[in-house]
């Protein structure tokens, strides 16, 4: 007992340095606490893996090839570590050919798409920028056709993975993720998502899954990263130095569109027959002598707001083939602005293409999937269902239940 009681007189004469030891225990155990959590997750999706990999195969069958397009500076130098250690083990367990090449600049991923042999899977290990130059690149190709119906994984390594809550139930712990995502490659379940294509009036198109941005709130988030030295205040700091540049922060601009389109069954992949020559020759005939009497039906609208958006349907699943157009509202105080911040956008208008949209004023930039580009006019189409990326069995019963 006189033991204990000198133990505690020490402790509370010396209760700084106690104090002190205490924490550096408390931080040490949850590190020691999560690396033994992540060490557990690695061994069990391993172990799922492993299972794929045993699983016989018919002497004329080949072992199925993926191509990697790893970004190892994504998540900030971190993405080829977080791929080797939980990715990678994964895939060579399954027995998966896998052949990975890493991108050494930006923009390199289109290039390397635009000269890829066919393959079985096309794997994206990186953040929003990677997975948006690989679709791009796998669209500009001139067998595109032919590529597009290739499935696509998408690991997410980056800082912003925006596609991922689509396409498996996220969670805060990226080995947790990455192991998922990987499994879910695996399983070989897909799901068809459609592409934005954007085209300005001279530069080739850019591809996008998620969508456009433009407007103040876009513009404040890019800056944020400069107030890191203010904390939690440095997103209402950047808000409110905005305003004192420049207010109101207004953006106008002229959108036309065409209205949504019911989106039809899926088509099996075979071809149907040719019909026979005479009926064809009839066909050409008739529509040419009566064409359709209904020309496609342009509406336009002059819009006044702090933020405009562009998206797919690709976070939920819907029965029509359209995009959103997505407007803030223009009357924000100072204040809201600075306190609110961005807020729900009133829908607009489902359509499935926009003429040019054309920015008046200020141009800025556009975000597109989270990359910036130039704000210049640029006509939006749709391509429904465009590609199919691998997707869990979770999210997929998931996007079942909420179109019953």
């Known amino acids: 007992m006189a033991r204990v009681v000198k133990v505690f007189r020490t402790l509370r004469n010396h209760w700084k340095k106690s104090t002190f030891a205490v924490c550096v225990l ?6 020691l606490y999560g690396k033994r959590c992540d060490s557990v997750l690695r061994r069990e999706a391993c172990l799922l893996a492993r299972e794929y990999g045993r699983q016989q195969i018919a002497p004329q069958e080949r072992l199925r090839k993926a191509t990697v397009i790893l970004n190892p500076a994504a998540c900030s130098g971190k993405a080829n570590t977080l791929f080797e250690k939980n990715a990678a083990p994964i895939l060579h367990l399954a027995g998966v050919e896998i052949t990975i ?23 994206v290990a990186g953040g929003d920028g990677t997975l948006q130059e690989v679709v791009t690149g796998l669209l500009r190709r001139p067998d595109q056709d032919t590529f597009s119906s290739t499935p696509i994984g998408f690991i997410p ?4 993975n925006s596609l991922s809550p689509s396409l498996h139930l996220c969670s805060d712990n990226k080995v947790k993720d990455i192991t998922a995502a ?13 592409v934005l294509q954007i085209k300005g009036e001279k530069e080739q198109p850019v591809f996008a899954l998620m969508g456009l941005r433009w407007g103040a709130f876009r513009d404040v988030a890019a800056t ?24 109101p922060l207004v953006r106008d601009v002229s ?14 992949p075979q071809k149907p027959p040719r019909p026979n020559l005479m009926y064809r020759i009839i066909r050409r005939l008739k529509n040419y002598w009566y064409p359709p009497a209904e020309p496609e039906k342009w509406e336009e609208q002059q819009l006044s707001t702090l933020e405009l958006f562009i998206q797919t349907h690709n976070k939920n699943p819907r029965l029509n083939d359209s995009l959103v157009i997505c407007a803030e509202p223009n009357d924000f105080t100072v204040g809201e602005f600075i306190t ?20 008046y004023g200020a141009g800025g930039f556009y975000n597109i999937d989270n990359e910036e580009y130039e704000a210049m006019p640029v006509e939006v ?4 269902r465009k590609l199919r990326f691998f997707i869990s069995a979770e999210r997929r019963d998931q996007l079942l239940s909420q179109t019953q």
Not at 112 to 118: T, V
Not at 157 to 160: I, K, M, Q, V, Y
């Open 381 to 384: 189409r749709l391509l429904p």
């Open 224 to 247: 944020i990263s400069k107030y890191w030295y203010l904390g939690p205040l440095k997103t209402n700091a950047a808000h409110w130095f905005s305003t004192l540049r420049e207010w």
């Open 340 to 359: 609110v911040g961005s807020v729900a956008a009133f829908l607009l208008v489902c359509c499935t293409q926009t003429a040019p949209l054309r920015p």
């Open 182 to 194: 990987t499994l879910s490659i695996l399983k070989g379940e897909t799901v068809p998502l459609d």
């Open 157 to 160: 390594l980056g800082s912003h």
């Open 255 to 268: 959108v036309s569109y065409l209205a949504p389109s019911l989106r039809p069954p899926d088509l099996p």
């Open 26 to 31: 408390s931080y040490g155990g949850y590190w």
């Open 101 to 123: 090449v890493k991108t050494d600049y930006e923009g390199q991923a289109k290039k390397l798409i635009e000269l890829m042999e066919q393959t079985d899977m096309l794997i």
